[in-house]
């Protein structure tokens, strides 16, 4: 409704991947999430962008059922999750979730914490789970590391593996929740470098990010929250340029001007 | 009649002939408690009706002392048809007890295993079962290595405790050359040196054990 139309889309790109109609969320009595109506689609680079406590974190959240919530459904092709969350698990094997502050499991090394689920979830036998987790090593430019321990390696280095370790259940529908937030600043790059080389794979990324800079280069499509609404939902083009929404303006003007 | 050296030496042979024993008890009833203990926290972490009864009886097998539990077990069951030998007594005993204290020591340690770890096993899609044997428990034993290390040292000096039961572990059989020589001075003393040892050999291992667990992948 506050939302202007998605961008043009090609034949083959507008399947859906997910689609949410009506999410509403409560935390107890505040209304974190407001009727928000979104569309995934296959191939999707969509950032989503907003004040802090704008509820886009929780949006993300609730897409992998990591969090529950009241009202409204997140469809997925073969799952559908609800206020019951039965689909739960079914939903959440079609995402891959990148954390903020990494969460990689310190007792594992790099190339145990990538085989962990591939062998667990996916029941792969140890040497495939091996080869598996050392591609997806080397795509994040890491594979030197994999015999590490998470607590040898530099924030940068452990998001790179974090997302490698993600990949590795070849998800549909790749999340990221402020992976660069928790980094200092000469670490984000590498970062950030990883995820342009993987929106250039084709895969279907949901990210929170207030990287501007990585937004404007890589995202299609911009989703800028507030207070728990989606207010504007623009191709990247549209969004940077002067046509924006007065109040994503104002937040555009606040972080671009330091 | 002072403390007869030569006869607190020839009292030694005996003694450490229940070492074994003590030993034996010491290790089941460790493995019992711990057992036992996960489980329980487990089941009291799940909540619901089943987690507040838990609950319950972890508070109450801790409010109650331990000789209280050994004599109920060896005295009353068999009032109900159920007669379990002194060893098996002894040990379920030691592990009752000791399973509270257990339980809650287990409940630190995951407590303070950060709240992403769980949900990174989430968005993996492990199930929960795997979360906890992949997951939570090794990253909770290093966070209680050294509280789980002293309930350990404590077990074994609880195990004189089974002497009640006649259970033939170091300090009964001090007790029974006392009976038999009527000195009490120096098989008591003997064992009661030998179970120092035994502590701190134990308490040296745990430590050691306790470095090597921090020494590998810490935050």
């Known amino acids: 409704m506050h939302a202007q139309a998605p961008p043009p889309i090609s034949a083959v790109q507008s399947i859906p991947h997910v689609r949410i109609d009506g999410l509403n969320k409560w935390f107890g009595a505040l209304h974190v999430l407001k009727n928000i109506d979104l569309s995934v689609r296959a191939g999707a680079r969509i950032v989503v962008c907003g004040p802090s406590g704008s509820g886009k974190s929780t949006l993300i959240r609730c897409i992998n059922g990591l969090e529950p919530f009241q009202k409204g459904t997140i469809q997925f092709e073969a799952a559908t999750l609800d206020k019951d969350g039965r689909d739960t698990t079914k939903a959440r094997r079609q995402t891959g979730m990148v954390f903020q502050s990494f969460n990689l499991f310190p007792h594992l090394t790099v190339l145990a914490n990538c085989t962990l689920a591939l062998r667990r979830v996916l029941l792969k036998p140890a040497r495939e789970a091996e080869e598996i987790a050392m591609q997806h090593l080397t795509a994040v430019r890491i594979p030197e590391k994999a015999q590490a321990y998470p607590a040898q390696l530099s924030g940068g280095q452990q998001q790179r593996v974090a997302i490698a370790r993600a990949l590795c259940l070849n998800p549909r529908i790749m999340l990221f929740d402020e992976p660069t937030s928790a980094l200092d600043p000469e670490m984000i790059k590498e970062v950030l470098d990883v995820m342009i080389a993987l929106a250039g794979s084709g895969v279907t990324m949901v990210c929170v990010t207030h990287e501007m800079g990585f937004a404007r280069e890589v995202a299609g499509e911009i989703v800028f929250m507030d207070e728990g609404r989606v207010v504007e939902h623009a191709s990247s083009k549209d969004f940077f340029s002067a046509g924006a929404h007065p109040r994503a303006r104002l937040f555009l003007d606040t972080i671009l001007s330091h | ?219």
Not at chain 2, 50 to 64: A, E, K, M, N, Q
């Open chain 2, 1 to 219: 009649m002072g403390f007869n050296f030569d006869f607190a030496l020839s009292t030694i042979p005996t003694i450490i002939g229940a070492i074994g024993m003590t030993l034996l008890a010491t290790v089941l009833s460790c493995l019992g408690a711990s057992a036992l203990g996960f489980t329980f926290e487990m089941i009291r972490r799940g909540g619901g009706a089943t987690g507040l009864t838990v609950r319950f009886l972890i508070d109450f097998i801790r409010s109650t002392p331990v000789l209280a539990w050994l004599y109920f077990l060896y005295f009353v069951l068999p009032f109900y048809g159920i007669r379990l030998g002194a060893m098996t007594v002894g040990i379920l005993g030691l592990s009752l007890y000791y399973s509270g204290y257990l339980a809650e020591v287990f409940k630190a340690g995951i407590d303070a295993i950060p709240k992403g770890q769980q949900e990174a096993a989430r968005a993996l899609s492990l199930t929960r079962r795997d979360t906890v044997i992949f997951v939570i428990a090794p990253q909770m034993l290093r966070n209680v290595a050294a509280p789980l290390g002293n309930y350990l040292v404590s077990i074994l000096k609880a195990t004189p405790y089974l002497a009640i039961l006649a259970v033939p572990e170091m300090l009964g059989r001090a007790f029974d050359i006392a009976s038999e020589t009527y000195r009490y001075a120096e098989p008591l003393t003997v064992a009661g040196i030998l179970f120092l040892a035994l502590a701190l050999i134990l308490a040296y291992g745990v430590k050691r054990i306790e470095q090597r667990l921090l020494g590998a992948g810490r935050r």
